[in-house]
């Protein structure tokens, strides 16, 4: 197989994250034969220090020449700390979103048994817990109306939701829910918010269409405690673009860290891959960040972009292997792991590359 890949390493911890996801994938074209070209552009801050906008034309011509798009993350605390900028890095992921029609985000809640004690929650509890999260991703107070009173002191962002954006990515979780347990749920606020009975009708009407599947109603406060008080409940999870950056971020603690969790942001053509973490500044270039959410970010490449699920599987066992032999980076680490084998982002990298390459004589190549 022959593939054109963009690797799109952004803010802070980006660069040296998106480094060892690009290794893994360099690795396993190795191992199965295949040809993946890679390219590089800028997005977000990077892209502002050096053109004035966070998502230059250059980059998004690479874009929608490529087959998908490895992201690394965007962000600085020079816009956190100054709301009155007008160019900020996060304009740029939601024009790309926009551009290449990516409305469906997928989060699997990837749980290794290994990493139990590495979250605040009970292991019994946790034990088990499979879930995959779909966050609309073009809607939404996100890219509704934004309005700002001439005084600075009243705000408003519009809310909105048309049904066709409900509809297509029902379909989608639908779809994923027939392959898994044939159990969904979807979140919404249809007590309180008009966009909420659209969507809640919508998903009631898709409904019909997959009587194979058993659909629940939540309402976004009573799954945000239900998420922590009994995560088993859920498989598949349909949600708004809102509503679903808050639950796969509350879902971080589920699988011990933000470091471990991938997503991929599909539409009908290129596909973007990223770990859900931030730009996380405050530890870039110390050697701290977890490289593993963007490996399993290029395994999800693998697995939905291009239909390669053997070699998906393959980079997820290896990091399964890692862990099970007891390394860890610091985030991922608890009071029993061995200090010798608390590894920096380098190392960890360094290490699923070496478990991955003795592959290569026990893998037969296609």
């Given amino acids: 197989m022959k593939k054109n890949i963009l690797v799109i390493p952004g803010d802070g911890i980006g660069p040296e994250v998106t480094t060892w996801g690009k290794a893994a994938l360099e690795k396993i074209a190795e ?16 892209a502002i220090e ?13 874009a929608r020449k490529s087959d998908a798009i490895l992201f690394g993350a965007i962000g600085h605390a020079k816009y956190d700390n100054d709301p ?3 160019v900020r890095p996060e304009q740029g992921l939601l024009k790309i979103r926009k551009e290449l029609g990516l409305f469906a985000n997928l989060r699997p809640i990837l749980l290794f048994d290994e990493l139990l004690q590495a979250s605040s929650i009970k292991p019994e509890i946790l034990r088990g817990t499979d879930i995959l999260f779909f966050r609309e991703l073009t809607g939404d107070v996100y890219f509704g109306e934004k309005t700002r009173s001439e005084d600075r002191n009243t705000a408003s962002d519009l809310m909105i939701y048309h049904r066709y954006e409900v509809e297509r990515i029902a379909h989608k979780a639908y779809q994923a829910a027939q392959q898994r347990s044939k159990r969904l749920c979807s979140v919404d606020k249809a007590n309180v918010l008009e966009s909420s009975r ?3 009708e919508t998903v009631q009407e898709i ?6 599947v058993e659909t629940e109603h939540m309402f976004i406060d009573n799954a945000a405690m239900q998420l ?7 498989d598949v999870v349909l949600t708004a673009n809102l509503f679903g950056d808050i639950l796969t971020d509350e879902a971080s603690q589920i699988a011990g860290s933000m470091g471990m969790l991938a997503s991929a942001s599909v539409g009908e053509s290129t596909g973007f891959f990223e770990p859900i973490h931030g730009s996380a500044h405050d530890i870039t270039g110390k050697d701290l960040a977890n490289p593993l959410a963007s490996i399993l970010s290029a395994a999800l490449m693998l697995e939905i972009g291009f239909g390669l699920k053997e070699e998906a599987k393959l980079l997820v066992d290896t990091i399964d292997e890692v862990l099970k ?3 860890r980076t610091n985030d991922i680490a608890d009071e029993n792991t061995n200090r010798f084998k608390v590894l920096g982002t380098a190392e960890m990298g360094k290490l699923v590359l070496k478990y991955l390459s003795q592959k290569l004589t026990t893998t037969p190549q296609l």
């Fill in 228 to 234: 922590i008080k009994n995560p088993k409940k859920f």
């Fill in 325 to 327: 032999d007891g390394f």
């Fill in 50 to 62: 050096v053109t004035g906008e966070p998502l230059p034309d250059e980059t998004l011509e690479k």
């Fill in 207 to 212: 409904a019909k269409q997959y009587p194979d």
């Fill in 31 to 46: 191992i199965f034969n295949h040809e993946f070209i890679f390219d590089e552009a800028l997005m977000g801050h990077a």
């Fill in 198 to 200: 659209l969507w809640r």
């Fill in 84 to 86: 009155s900028l007008k």
